[in-house]
Structure formats: C-alpha cells, structure tokens
C-alpha cells in the first residue's frame, strides 16, 4: 500500500441504518462506513471534490444495484460536468461496490489508498469529456494528450469513469463506460486483476496504467477509445489509446483483450524517470493474444523498455508495432495483415523477431537509427543506444512490398525466413550481416482466411462485440469523440465544400428520410437503409450553407450524450456545415533576435515587412501548424506571416476562430479587434464580429522558436 497523501474533507456523521440489510436512500455528502443496500432509484447528487456519496471502512458491501447517480443534468455539455460521484476514502480496505451507475461527474468513482478494494457489474458512462476542436478537415494542437506525468494527479484533469491510486490488489470486474473521455485510470496500483470490462467509444483513454505492477488485465473489450483521426485525411491519435502503460509500470499481464479502433492499441513508455537517468524501464510485461487492429498510428508502441509480444492480431494500422528504442525485447508469433509498416524499431537493441507471419502491406521489419541524438535526453548520455543485434528468424511474408529495411545496423542475423510475392530488401549502414537459410517463391499470394487470420487464440472466450463495423474508416470523430453506431448519423464521405458529395448513413439498423433540405440542389435517394450511400449536390452559392434533416425509424437509439429513444419511434437527426471561403494570400518574412525582435523593435521590425517577401501563396482555407521550416527560405524560427484575406457573408453575428503560436494582431476593414503580441504556447481565441458584405481581415503573425502556428475561420454565431 502507497503512503496516505493528505486529503482534505469533513467526516459528516454516518447515515447508514441501524440494521445494515434495510436499503437506504442517498442523500449529498453522505459518508457510509457499513455494508448496505441502497434503494433504487434516480437520485441528482452535484458533484463533490470529496465525491457526493463518500464510502470508509474494512471489509464493507456497498450495493448499489438499482440506484443510478446523476451530476449535472446538463447532459449536452459534458464538457461542464464537475466533481466527484462516488468516493472510497483513504484507510479503508477490502471495499466491495457493486451495481453502481454515475453519469454526469468528472470523475464517476475514485478510490484512494484502498487495498483490496474490487468494483464489479457497474457502469460508469456518459461522464467528463472535453469539446474537441480538431474537424474533419484539420486536427487541433489543442486535442493532443499529456499523460507524462502523475505524481500530483495531474490526470484528473482529463476526467475518468474510474479513477484508482494506492489500491494494491484490487478487482475491476464487469464495468462498462461509454460516452466520456477516459475510463479506467489507475496509479501506484499493483497486483490487481482488471477483467471482462466493456469500456468503448471513448475520446481518450480505456485503460490507463501509471506506477502499476504486477497487474492481470484480461479479457477486456477496449475499442473505439480514440481522437485525433480523420479518414484520408490526418491520422494523429493524439495519444489516445485502448491501453496506455506510462512511468516503471512492470511484470503486468495484458491478455485476450480487444483492443481495436483506437489511437494506438497499446501504448508503453518507460517514463520521464528513465529519459533523465537511463534507468528502469517499463519491463517485463506480457503483450499476449491480443487485438490491436486499425489503430490510426499504433498497433503497439512500446518504448525504451524490455517486454515479450506475443501471438497478438494486428492489421490496418499506420505500425503494427512502433518500438524504438527497445531493448531485450521478444517479438514472436504475431499475426500482421496490411499495415503500412508491420514493424519499425528505431535504436533497438537484442530484439528478437520470430515466428511472425506478415501479410500485405508497404514494409515488413524496418529497423534504422538516427544520426545523433536529442540533447536534451538524459537516456542517450546514460547508455549504448546504438542500433545492434537483431534477430529475424522464421518469420513468414506475403506480398509485403519491401519486407526487410534496414538503415543502421550491427549484427543483424535474418534466417530462415520465407518470403512470397515480395519485393527487394534495402540494407544500408549494416554490418555484421548474416543472411542464411531465407526462401523465396513465386508471385502469387495465398491469402489468409479470416478463420485463419484471427486464429482460436483471438476468439476472446469472455465474446467480444463485433457488430461495430470493422476498418479505420469508421473510426468517425466528431467534437464529442468517436460515433459509436447507437445512434444515426449522415457522415460525409468526400470533402464537405466540393459542389457534388457523398455521405454515408451510420446508425443501428433501420430506415431513414430525408424530411428537409437547406442549400442542397438534389439528392440520389431521398429515403434508404442505414448502411446507404447518399450523393448530395449542394447549392452553387460561394458560401457553403447545408442543413439536412432525416428521419430514422428502426431499433433503439442511444444519442452521443446516454438517452434512450424507443425502438421504432421516428427520430430525427440532422447534418450541418457552413463554411465562407476567404481568399487568402499569405507573406513570410525573417527576422533578427536583437535586431528586429516584434516586441522590442517595433519599427525595425515593421521595416521588414514592408521588404519583398522571402515567399507568398495563396489559400482559401488559413490552416497551418509548423515543427520545421514553413518555406522554402525561411528558417524555422524567427520568422513572420502577415496574411490578409477577403471574405462576403450575409449580414450578422460572426466568430473568427483564431489558434495563434506565437504573437498575433488582427485588423478587420483596418480595425484592430485582436491582439496578443507575445510568446505564447498555441492559443485559441474566439473572436465576436459583426460582419455583412464584403470584408479585409489582416492577421500579423511572429514566430520566436519551437512550435508555430496560425489558423483563422469565419462561423456564424
């Protein structure tokens, strides 16, 4: 058990009954020290920091069987939601709670300091989850994910359904969470077992592993737990993933578990302690009989650490598996079907790959190191990072483009591997090569049956769900994170500003109409089954200006926000998108630190731009994010934009939607209505304008160093 940390609250007096078999009814603030049943029923208890119903004691049942906890009622805007549901306070000891349901809470259930402590047949969905700023078109510096630090609980602020520290060998059994941002977080927590869990369609996280050891996680159904994806169009995660394991997590288990559709599968890192002092690792763990499809990056990211993977599935992902930077580390018996690269390890060392069959696909096993390392990183001073002793041994590939790329490596052993319908390899920077006993044939492939390609140790005996359509275009992200089926949706299918588009119809199975048309011209089908594909031909006007409503009528609905609409009782559901193009030309400038500096040398600096540009172009949409040079000529820091633009909207109230790194001025029709002239992290501001006709907007920009950014667009108010 992890050391009590100071926790602030007042001890009300206990309410619980004098026989403890007689249900009882939640009230705020109520604090329960024995074993009891609570009534059923609805009960709107605000979120507390201290939890709205506190749980202390040893060896107490707490049934909430029946008994469903609301927050805020503000269902529509979880991003508001506050405080915590249920808290089992520090000093208590083999807790059990079953049966618990809490929605609308930053937090459903935190428990600290609880050995023993097991949570079963509960559901904690439709809590916290933040409004996502990334659109189909572009993702949001914004959305991105820190988990790289937990030492004061800064995960908190991301909201959990269940929110765990300090609870050596507890039991998470049978929890379904739906609907929020992270589900299963979980802090200096070891030797626990974590099984037959339904947590899906989350924006963030499944599960989350922090300081945590000698875990069993098993039999889990985690998919869809994603952000930061946009079909054809940017494929981030944004470090959302099914199963994230950060910080000395060592000697856990994860087994049987589904984990598909999610920013990476699995995503280990060894920690911030091992970055600075070369030390530790995340270690020891058994990555075994798993699903990790269709992660829009990452299958498995597992770095700087030494762990065993495998006879996992894996397939459609951008990796199968990323791991630079491993060590020690055996990847055997996995399935790999179509991912772009199968494997990539960048700086590995003593990394045996056998017994893998890879199938499609652009790269097999890419292994390369880099010219020199970050300064800034305490691991690379510490040890041999150098890109060494690689075995590849008995591994089977069909049809994978260019199945072995290497660029850097000492003592690299490929034996005994048969290779089908495969182009060339590439070696380059090898030494110490031993290439003996490979097979080569034909150009036809044998393709995998899906039997065979899941194979019985993917058949998940717990039953995974597999109802859900299966690919990474249906990994469908809106502002609330990713659609999860239960409910009708007109997705598009092609850019949403083209004259001529298609949009598919997802949702449960049923029937849909189209009831109304706002800037539409025609349509293909104005009424079809869910599953349809739909072309729209919108109204030729510049601005962009679509409202469609649909009726559906089929088996049950569940909104993106948990309520529940009666099997075939019509309901409607809409499809919007305005968008005004502005006819941007874009200037870059360099400037001089000391010389020139925006904020010391105004004038000098002001002198600058009224030179020739080092580079221009023109763009309808302002969009750019920058880690490197933004042109040809300009150096990555130090530079400056001015971007000025034109733009006719109908009279009315407008937002300009401004994300700026780092400062910034803004002039509409030569008024100044925005500035932030500093050095800044990315920063969203939301503009008020009053806008009719034709307008000028001009938007000066400075860069300092690191990151750069300016986005700009117009939406109605």
């Not at 914004?142 to 908190?156: A, G, I, T």
């Not at 058994?286 to 996992?312: H, K, Q, Y």
């Not at 070696?427 to 006993?437: I, R």
């Amino acid at each position: 058990m992890s050391p009590m940390r100071p926790v602030h609250f007042v001890l009300l007096l206990a309410a619980t009954p004098a026989l403890a078999q007689d249900p009882i009814a939640l009230t705020p603030g109520l604090v329960i020290t024995e074993s009891v049943r609570i009534e059923p029923g609805t009960y709107h208890l605000p979120g507390d920091s201290l939890g709205a119903v506190r749980v202390q004691g040893s060896g107490i049942t707490v049934d909430f069987t029946g008994a469903v906890l609301v927050g805020s009622t503000d269902v529509e805007n979880p991003d508001r939601f506050e405080g915590t549901g249920i808290f089992v306070l520090p000093g208590s000891n083999d807790v059990t709670v079953i049966g618990a349901t809490a929605r609308g809470y930053k937090v459903a259930l935190r428990a600290l300091d609880t050995p023993g402590l097991t949570i079963t047949d509960s559901d904690f969905s439709y809590n916290w989850r933040q409004r996502l700023k990334s659109t189909i078109e572009r993702e949001h510096i914004d959305d991105w994910m820190s988990y790289h630090h937990n030492e004061e609980d800064e995960w908190l602020r991301y909201g959990a359904a269940v929110y765990l520290r300090g609870c050596d060998g507890c039991r998470v059994e049978r929890v379904t969470v739906t609907g929020g941002q992270n589900g299963l977080m979980l802090t200096e927590v070891n030797d626990g077992i974590f099984r037959d869990n339904t947590i899906t369609f989350n924006s963030s996280l499944g599960i989350g592993m922090y300081r945590s050891s000698r875990n069993r996680v098993v039999h889990n159904t985690l998919d869809f737990n994603v952000r930061g994806y946009s079909h054809g169009v940017y494929n981030r995660g944004q470090d959302s993933a099914a199963i994230l394991v950060y910080e000395q997590c060592n000697d856990n288990e994860f087994s049987y578990n589904s984990a598909t559709h999610s920013g990476d599968g699995f995503f280990l890192w060894a920690g911030q302690t091992t970055m600075d002092t070369g030390q530790g690792g995340a270690n020891g763990n058994l990555i075994w009989r798993n699903d990790f499809s269709f992660a829009p990056t990452n299958g498995i990211e597992i770095t700087f650490s030494s762990n065993r993977v495998e006879e996992n599935y894996i397939e459609g992902c951008w990796h199968g598996i990323w791991g630079g930077y491993s060590w020690d580390t055996v990847i055997s018996g996995n399935t790999f079907v179509d991912n772009d690269e199968h494997i990539a390890i960048e700086h590995g060392q003593d990394v045996r790959i056998e017994r893998n069959a890879f199938l499609g696909g652009d790269m097999g096993v890419r292994l390369w190191e880099r010219d020199s390392q970050p300064a800034d990183w305490g691991y690379s001073r510490e040890r041999d990072v150098r890109s060494r002793d690689f075995d590849v041994e008995r591994n089977e590939f069909r049809g994978v483009d260019r199945p072995i790329v290497i660029n850097g490596a000492t003592g690299l052993r490929v034996q005994r591997n048969a290779f089908e319908a495969t182009g060339d390899w590439v070696l380059e920077g090898v030494t110490g090569a031993l290439t003996h006993g490979n097979e080569f044939s034909g150009d036809a492939v044998m393709p995998i049956s899906t039997g065979e390609r899941l194979g019985e140790a993917l058949r998940f005996g717990a039953g995974v769900d597999r109802s859900h359509p299966r690919g990474r275009e249906y990994i469908l992200v809106d502002e609330w994170g990713p659609h999860d089926f239960r409910s009708p949706a007109l997705w598009p299918r092609s850019a949403r500003r083209s004259s001529k588009q298609w949009f598919e119809v997802v949702g449960p199975p049923g029937s849909w109409e189209f009831t109304s048309l706002t800037g539409v011209d025609s349509v293909s089908a104005m009424s079809g089954a869910v599953g349809d594909s739909v072309r729209v031909w919108r109204s030729q006007a510049p601005t962009v200006d679509m409202r469609i409503v649909a009726a559906f009528s089929g088996g049950e609905v569940v909104d993106r926000f948990g309520r529940r609409f009666e099997a075939g009782k019509p309901v409607a559901f809409e499809y919007r998108y305005w968008f005004a193009p502005i006819a941007w030309t874009v200037d870059f400038w360099q400037w001089e630190a000391g010389v020139s500096d925006p904020r010391e040398q105004p004038e000098a600096f002001a002198a600058v731009l009224e030179g020739p540009p080092l580079h221009s172009l023109e763009t309808e949409d302002l969009g750019f994010g920058w880690y490197r040079s933004p042109a040809r000529g300009v150096s990555d820091n130090y530079f400056a934009t001015r971007s000025v633009g034109t733009v006719e909207v109908p009279p009315g109230r407008y937002i300009l939607d401004l994300t700026s790194d780092d400062g910034v001025r803004v002039w509409v029709d030569d008024e100044l209505v925005h500035e932030d002239w500093t050095w800044h992290p990315p920063k969203q501001e939301l503009i008020e304008l009053e806008l009719g006709g034709r307008h000028t907007i001009r938007i000066d920009h400075f860069e300092i160093d690191g990151f750069a950014t300016v986005v700009a667009g117009l939406r109605r108010r």
